[in-house]
């Protein structure tokens, strides 16, 4: 039973800094991709940042320069560094893994919410 646990999330004050982490565990196949999406309230789920097996990285275009995806592969942990919050980055976090033949789990998302 593949589990994604998150931690992490909490309420900080405009330009302040969270860390977001979100451990796998429970299957021996590989993880392709880890990533973390966001979803407002009202709004549609979206890809906030990703790192592949590789380290390629990819970042939602509003994040860049702000936000550092990271990943320690051997503990099948992914972390999502957020510095200078804004209030617009408010949201549910939600960790994802992408496994190898498995596909696509979830973990149960964590608040984020910026205070102007």
């Known amino acids: 039973q593949v589990q994604l646990v998150e931690s992490g999330g909490g309420l900080v004050q405009a330009g302040g800094s969270l860390r977001l982490s979100c451990a796998a565990s429970?299957?021996?196949?590989?993880?392709?991709?880890m990533g973390w999406y966001r979803q407002a309230p009202g709004q549609q789920r979206e890809l906030v940042a990703q790192i592949t097996s590789s380290g390629n990285t990819n970042y939602l275009d509003a994040v860049k320069g702000r936000f550092t995806i990271s990943r320690d592969s051997a503990k099948n942990t992914v972390y999502l560094q957020m510095n200078s919050l804004k209030p617009e980055d408010t949201a549910v976090y939600y960790c994802?893994?992408?496994?190898?033949?498995?596909?696509?789990?979830w973990g149960q998302g964590t608040q984020v919410t910026v205070s102007s």
């Open positions: 429970g299957s021996i196949v590989s993880i392709n991709s």
């Open positions: 994802n893994a992408r496994y190898w033949a498995l596909g696509d789990y």
